[in-house]
Structure formats: structure tokens, C-alpha cells
């Protein structure tokens, strides 16, 4: 399950859906899934995608605010939390309940503040916004066995840029998944970021 640390973001998906495409990632190599708590009935999609495809990849939520979802999320059999910010009571509550945290930061102070509380990994965004130059000097201060990733803005074209500048992967949103997209479509395009990851490697 740790093969790559590409996280496949669903942002928007309906539940309806959520079965279709889980599948086309897990079967183009995907081993973690986020559906930010900003998409439409988010409890169902997740409690399912879990049921369902919890054995073949790590499942969980983006865009954790509060404790409290962290609760719900932990109540749901959730395994990873994506923060957009850097929220230690939301990071320590999702590592005491044991599920693997990705916090989202964009300085060295919210990083730090960040490992403080218990994040596992870190992941800068926007990283379109700051660019490879500017993750490759942040990781010069960050511990190196922190793994960080960029989100926003990562394309098949540029994942190879990011993980040049010291990130072990990438937080995958329009580019991999927008709403109202078939599954084939998602499939292909999966395939497109493993195919560069590999390139990469």
C-alpha cells in the first residue's frame, strides 16, 4: 500500500459515483483516496468507498477543519486526513485515533507546527503558487524523512519538477478528477500520473 504517495483528490464526486472511480484508481495503481468534506453527501461516499475498497487502498478525507469530523471520519473506518491548514488539536486528534495525517502548510513555522502535533507527512500548497524552487529550499530546513508532497496544480507534465525538488508525491485533483467525468476518464488519466511517477523514478 505504500508503493507511491499519489493521492487521487475527489473533489465534488456524488456517491453514485464513488464506486466507479475508486475502482479505476485502485486498478491504475492508487493507494490513497481522498474525498475532500466540501463534496456533496461526503459521509456516504466515504463510509462506502471504505466498505468497499478499504483493503486496497487507504481511504479518507480532505479539507478537516474541525475535531469533529475527525470523529465522524474515525466512526466511518477512515484511515487519512488531509488538512488544507495547519490545525494542531486536528492533527493531534486524527493521530490518537490513528489515522495517517497529511497536513497542509506553506511556511517552515506551519510546518514545524505541524510535525509538532504529530502530522506524518506535509503538503505544500498551492504548489503551483510557490514552485519546485521554492519546496526545494523549505525541505532544506524540514526533517529528510518527512515526506512532503505538492498540491495544486501538479500535472503528468510537472509531477517529475516536484519530486526533483525533494517531494515524495503529489495531492492530484483537476487534473486527475473533475466532477461529472466518466470513470474511463479517470482511468486514463491515473494511468498518465503513474506512467510519470515511473518516468520519474
Known amino acids: 500500500m505504500q508503493e507511491n504517495k499519489l ?9 453514485e459515483e464513488a464506486d466507479g472511480h475508486a475502482a479505476a484508481l485502485c486498478d491504475a495503481g492508487f493507494r490513497y483516496i481522498e474525498i475532500p468534506l466540501n463534496s456533496p453527501d461526503w459521509q456516504q461516499s466515504i463510509r462506502q468507498t471504505v466498505e468497499r475498497f478499504g483493503e486496497r487502498a487507504m481511504i479518507g478525507a480532505g479539507t478537516v477543519l474541525n475535531v469533529e469530523q475527525v470523529d465522524r471520519l474515525a466512526e466511518m473506518g477512515a484511515r487519512l486526513v488531509v488538512t488544507p491548514n495547519t490545525q494542531p488539536a486536528v492533527i493531534r486528534s486524527a493521530v490518537r485515533q490513528g489515522m495517517q495525517v497529511c497536513a497542509g502548510c506553506a511556511t517552515a513555522t506551519e510546518a ?50 516536484y519530486l526533483q525538488a525533494g517531494c515524495a508525491g503529489a495531492g492530484l485533483g483537476n487534473d486527475l478528477y473533475r466532477p461529472g467525468q466518466s470513470a474511463a476518464d479517470t482511468a486514463a488519466r491515473a494511468r498518465r500520473f503513474i506512467a510519470a511517477l515511473e518516468a520519474a523514478s
Open 112 to 161: 514545524f507546527n505541524a510535525l509538532d502535533a504529530g502530522a506524518h507527512w506535509l503538503k505544500i500548497f498551492p504548489s503551483s503558487a510557490f514552485g519546485p524552487a521554492y519546496i526545494r529550499a523549505l525541505k532544506a530546513v524540514l526533517p529528510p524523512a518527512v515526506p512532503v508532497l505538492a498540491v495544486g496544480g501538479i500535472t503528468p507534465e510537472n509531477l517529475s519538477d
Open 7 to 15: 493521492v487521487a483528490i475527489l473533489r465534488g464526486i456524488q456517491p
